[in-house]
């Protein structure tokens, strides 16, 4: 009997990874927010309305700061409808509400304002840019689809 159990628990975890990769996209991004900053993470749509979704996910910054390196982790939210973007990203240094455009969730553009919440201001001021979302499934729920009339 414990067999069974284990192998339903295995199944329902397989299921449950296929579904996960089903609305996944890994994001690499160029960002400039008072500064030079280059993205990389992972964005998860949340949701099964074909043009109105959530996505969000954790990322990591990469920018030099004084003249060193620094990674930085991030958390950020959108809110996708028919091509528009309302979003934020929140990181150690600053608070971001962005808006933009969205290509099928394959590519955003967007802008914003950094908000500083520490001491150092390392990022402030007016933000763009643009980011490519990088589905790993062959027919990813991730993108959109095309309307065609």
């Given amino acids: 009997m414990k067999k069974y159990w284990i192998i339903t628990f295995f199944c329902s975890a397989l299921a449950m990874h296929a579904q996960i990769l089903e609305k996944a996209a890994f994001n690499l991004s160029y960002r400039y927010t008072g500064r030079n900053v280059l993205q ?4 998860f749509r949340v949701g099964d309305f074909s043009h109105k979704s959530i996505v969000l996910g954790p990322s990591v910054l990469y920018t030099r700061i004084d003249q060193k390196d620094k990674f930085l982790p ?19 240094y600053s608070i971001e509400p962005r808006i933009g455009i969205s290509l099928f969730n394959i590519f955003f553009l967007n802008t914003g304002y950094a908000f500083p919440i520490h001491r150092e201001k390392y990022f402030k001021g007016i933000t763009f840019g643009i980011q490519f979302n990088i589905a790993p499934a062959k027919g990813s729920k991730f993108y959109d689809q095309m309307k065609i009339m």
């Fill in 40 to 43: 990389a993470g992972l964005e």
């Fill in 74 to 92: 991030e958390a950020n939210i959108y809110y996708s409808n028919d091509g528009q973007l309302y979003g934020a990203s929140f990181n150690q």
